[in-house]
């Protein structure tokens, strides 16, 4: 069996970043971000690998794409390097046989209260993403790529704020919490060895069971709301170039289109 593992920063053990920064080179704690992922992806590589895995590859998607030390990643798991995380976001899955896909070091979605370093793809952009009328997170919409390409969304790290939404769309999927989020730049962080045995049991759960793709997701609509009106305004052009029609929603910060297909859904991005 092959599987992927996409992997963020802010949803890992130990780290709450500090107030209106997010997790990049230089910031505190990115260092640390780095190394306590890893360590979570080398738990989830080994209890994949226990479990029967022929293949793991691991999708550093956080920032610019290249985070992750792969000196220090298990030798067995395979990077994965994209050629575009926009409009070709999680290409790669087409026509592959990847079993599932793995979200390790997620977070919630923009505003969730008590989510850690919460944020919904841009948090200086961007104030929600909603698909047909609901307020989703980037696991969500990851998760719903995946599944066009037939790629069931198993398993998700991250904050008990951000595991518990990711349960909301797929309630079969399993989770491995890592913190108890109290704020954006806040948390009761849980000893590192019960959250790496934790990753390494659910993930090992997960890979034990049979998951198919949700239901037909499309046509769907889509809606976000920017956080300043230029922003809306050169995506408004940006759609509009792609061929995808939009219109201004309740305001000029809202953009409201209409997704056909995974390829239309990913030019929002």
């Not at 290409?91 to 919630?108: C, E, P, Q, T, W």
């Not at 390409?149 to 999927?173: K, W």
Request: glycine share 8%.
């Amino acid at each position: 069996m092959e599987y992927l593992f996409a992997v963020d920063l802010e949803g890992a053990h130990g780290v709450v970043g500090e107030p209106y920064k997010g997790l990049v080179p230089g910031m505190a704690e990115y260092d640390k971000a780095v190394e306590n992922v890893t360590e979570e992806v080398n738990a989830a590589v080994k209890a994949l690998f226990d479990a029967g895995a022929t293949k793991v590859l691991v999708w550093d998607n956080h920032g610019n794409l290249d985070n992750l030390d792969f000196s220090k990643v298990d030798p067995r798991a395979q990077k994965v390097r994209p050629k575009s995380n926009s409009t070709g976001r999680l290409d790669f899955l087409r026509g592959s046989k990847i079993a599932a896909v793995f979200f390790i070091g997620y977070h919630s979605r923009e505003g969730s209260l008590n989510g850690v370093l919460a944020h919904t793809y841009s948090s200086q952009d961007i104030q929600y993403y909603k698909i047909d009328g609901k307020q989703v997170g980037e696991f969500d919409i990851d998760g719903m790529i995946a599944e066009s390409f037939g790629v069931p969304a198993a398993f998700l790290s991250g904050d008990d704020v951000c595991a518990a939404q990711f349960l909301e769309n797929r309630p079969n999927a399993v989770v491995a919490v890592t913190k108890i989020g109290k704020g954006r730049n806040q948390a009761e962080f849980l000893p590192k060895e019960e959250v790496l045995d934790e990753i390494y049991k659910k993930v090992a759960e997960a890979a034990g069971k049979k998951f198919t793709v949700t239901g037909k997701r499309f046509p769907c609509s889509v809606e976000v709301r920017y956080t300043r009106t230029e922003f809306a305004a050169a995506n408004y052009k940006r759609l509009t170039d792609f061929g995808v029609r939009v219109v201004y929603g309740e305001d000029a910060h809202v953009l409201i289109g209409v997704a056909e297909n995974v390829d239309d859904l990913r030019k929002f991005l």
